[in-house]
């Protein structure tokens, strides 16, 4: 409920979300409710820690795949895809 | 190539921002190396210099004032030789040779297995707290908030403020601890103060003290939590679920460099001083204590390095104050046997590997699991499930295998200076 934030736009898995600046990726992850890796038996898993040690966030950011995404800020025209 | 530092502070937190500042200022030349966006560890998050005259905003403007070096987003991966660490960031594989090494990677949260933690929606309480600072926005969300520690309440206020419906907050410490605890904080009245507001704040949730999650239930995403006072269990909607079970040091440097570890914690003398001539440890490393410990023995430590033995004497009052501090916190939030009932037979336990109970329980020891399971051998390396095993079966869990962190073959590959490796 910010009043005067700047809102920037990413996309996650090509949806358009926007977001306050200073949003990290992870945060943004949670907000539009997507998985960001699927677990080895299959499970959909979501940021965890957020302190970058579970390593559960990771998701592909502007094409380089494995990023800590709780370690990182949402920046204008972000393409984050996640597994 | 490395670069050549007098002082290598590992860390940004409280500890690591004071023995740099301090070492800086007196004319040494300081690098900090810090894995996250910005200089002030977990608990300085989002704050920035000088803004608004906080603790953190002096401390903060105070470091960038006394023109250290900082890599933000950059973490230590190996030491790959003598007084040289490799680190990894944004910029690339670098390595920096210290002359003093001051430790100060702080603690993570210990999470403990139980069904449904996996599930997304599931979080840390630590980490409701981040991702509240890094912008997570919880309006309308109705949230449980579980576990053990101090944290408990700061976080359940800080989900009511962002407008979350708070629905429980569940202490796993028995009333009798916790009001043990609260009488001897008079020695320490700042965190009575701080604890009083929360409990003011916290007049929107329940707190209930010898309270736990049986288990978290929900299809795709966390639904309703299964609370239990021993007794009984009742079920709570929610779709947010912080739980974490307080704090537990980040010892793999320490551990590959070979400093002594004794009872989970760097063994220090009176300067700060590891076993390891010139390598210091600072903060939560030495036993979870918070803000006002980090910064004293950060201050101590950088007195040390720079050769100031009065400013160091002058402390030790404070220190030891803050080191009584830590035990009393060790002791109030010691965790209850029930707890290590938790998980079923086919809960997770590694959610790197996806590990069940069953399969680790009959293992002889966290070796043994690693070999066998590949438990701890996923991108987190057992941070989660290492301080799990050692609570749920009593192993003794010490990795400090290099990478440290998740790194890349160019990090293990990059040649280290001629002749050092």
Redesign the interface.
């Known amino acids: 409920m910010q009043s005067v934030t700047n809102l920037i736009e990413l996309t996650i898995n090509g949806r358009l979300v926007r977001v306050a600046q200073g949003t990290s990726i992870a945060a943004a992850i949670l907000m539009a409710r997507e998985a960001t890796r699927v677990s080895p038996s299959g499970e959909a898993r979501a940021p965890f820690c957020g302190m970058g040690i579970c390593m559960e966030c990771r998701a592909t950011v502007n094409g380089v795949a494995q990023q800590v995404t709780c370690q990182r800020l949402c920046e204008a025209g972000m393409e984050v895809t996640t597994a | 190539m490395s670069a050549l530092f007098d002082v290598v502070v590992a860390g940004a937190g409280p500890g690591g921002i004071a023995t740099a500042t301090v070492a800086a200022e007196a004319g040494l030349r300081v690098c900090v190396v810090d ?3 910005a200089a002030g560890g ?1 608990i300085w998050r ?1 704050h920035t210099a000088d803004k608004d005259g906080s603790l953190a905003g002096r401390w903060l403007a105070r470091l960038h004032a006394a023109g250290c070096t900082v890599w933000q ?1 950059a ?1 230590v991966v190996a030491a790959p030789a003598e007084r040289v660490l490799r680190v990894e960031g944004a910029e690339g594989v670098r390595d920096v040779e210290w002359g003093k090494l001051i430790l100060a990677a702080g603690a ?2 210990r ?1 403990l297995p139980f069904p449904g933690w ?1 599930l ?5 309480v ?6 509240l600072k ?4 919880v ?1 309308e969300r109705r949230a449980v908030v579980a576990g053990s520690g101090p944290l408990l309440l700061a976080v359940a206020a800080g989900l009511h403020g ?2 979350a419906k708070v629905a429980a907050v569940c202490e796993q410490a028995p009333l009798a601890r916790l009001m043990k605890f609260g009488a001897g904080l008079w020695r320490h009245p700042e965190k009575l103060i701080e604890g009083l507001q929360y409990q003011v704040g916290a007049g929107f949730a329940p707190y209930r003290a010898g309270c736990w999650v049986v288990r978290a239930e929900g299809r ?2 966390v639904e309703r939590v299964v609370l239990t006072d021993g007794r009984r269990q009742w079920s709570v909607a929610c779709d947010l679920l912080a739980c974490g079970f307080h704090l537990v040091p ?1 010892l793999e440097l320490a551990l590959l460099l070979g400093c002594e570890v004794e009872d989970g914690v760097v063994r220090v003398d009176a300067r700060q001083m590891s076993s390891l001539e010139e390598v210091f440890c600072v903060g939560e490393m030495t036993g979870v204590g918070g803000v006002g410990k980090a910064l004293v023995e950060g201050e101590i430590a950088g007195w040390a390095v720079v050769g100031n033995a009065q400013r160091v004497a002058a402390s030790q009052r404070e220190r030891v104050k803050q080191m009584e501090f830590a035990r009393r916190l060790d002791e109030a939030f010691a965790l209850r046997e029930e707890l290590k009932k938790l998980p079923r037979p086919e809960t ?1 336990v590694c ?4 590990v069940v109970h069953k399969a680790l329980c009959t293992r002889a020891g966290w070796r043994d699991a690693k070999l066998h399971t590949r438990a701890g051998m ?3 390396q057992g ?2 499930c290492g301080a799990a095993a050692e609570f749920l079966f009593g192993w003794e869990v010490r990795d400090k295998r290099p990478p440290l962190f ?1 790194a890349s073959v160019l990090a293990m590959a990059a040649d280290v200076e001629e002749g050092k490796s």
């Open positions: 894995g996250n966006v977990q989002g987003g973490n993570r949260e999470f996996t997304p929606g599931v979080m840390g630590g980490a409701a707290q981040a991702f890094a912008g997570l926005e309006n962002k407008g795709e995403r980040n997770l959610r790197c590997e996806d996923g991108a987190c941070r989660v998740p």
